[in-house]
C-alpha cells in the first residue's frame, strides 16, 4: 500500500535550517507531483512547495527563496530544505501525492496520500 513517512523535523532558531525528507513506498513515484504542505495551529493547511514528475518546481510566495523542494527518484524521496527560517514558518508540515499522475495543482483535496506530519518549530 502506499506509504509516506516524514522525518527531519525540530526546533530551531530564527535564521536557521531544517531538512526534511519523505520517504515513499507503494505506488510509481516517478508518475506523480508530490508536495508539501503545512497546518499551523488554528490555520488552514497551506501548500508550501511541490515538484512535479519532471521536477518542475513550485513555491508559495512566503518561502520563495528560502526554502527549495527536490526528489531523489532512485530512491523514492523527496525533501524540503528550510532555510533562513522564520517563527511563521512554525507549523506540522505534511508530504502529500497528487492523486492523478502527470497532474500538478495546488489544491489539497487534489492529493490522495499524506505522511503522518512532521512538527517544525522555529523560536524567535
Known amino acids: 500500500q502506499v506509504q509516506l513517512v516524514e522525518s527531519g523535523g525540530g526546533l530551531v532558531q530564527a535564521g536557521g535550517s531544517l531538512r526534511l525528507s519523505c520517504a515513499t513506498s507503494?505506488?510509481?513515484?516517478?508518475?506523480?507531483?508530490m508536495a508539501w504542505f503545512r497546518q499551523a495551529p488554528g490555520k488552514e493547511r497551506e501548500f508550501v512547495t511541490a515538484?512535479?514528475?519532471?521536477?518542475?518546481?513550485y513555491y508559495a510566495d512566503s518561502v520563495k527563496g528560502r526554502f527549495t523542494c527536490s526528489r531523489d527518484n532512485a530512491n523514492n524521496m523527496v525533501f524540503l530544505q528550510m532555510n533562513s527560517l522564520m517563527p511563521e514558518d512554525t507549523a506540522v508540515y505534511y508530504c502529500?501525492?497528487?492523486?492523478?499522475?502527470?497532474?500538478?495543482?495546488?489544491?489539497?483535496?487534489?492529493?490522495?496520500?499524506w505522511g503522518q506530519g512532521t512538527q517544525v518549530t522555529v523560536s524567535s
Open positions: 515538484i512535479t514528475w519532471i521536477g518542475v518546481r
Open positions: 507503494g505506488y510509481t513515484f516517478t508518475s506523480y507531483t
Open positions: 502529500a501525492k497528487v492523486r492523478s499522475a502527470a497532474h500538478m495543482t495546488w489544491a489539497p483535496s487534489e492529493y490522495d496520500y
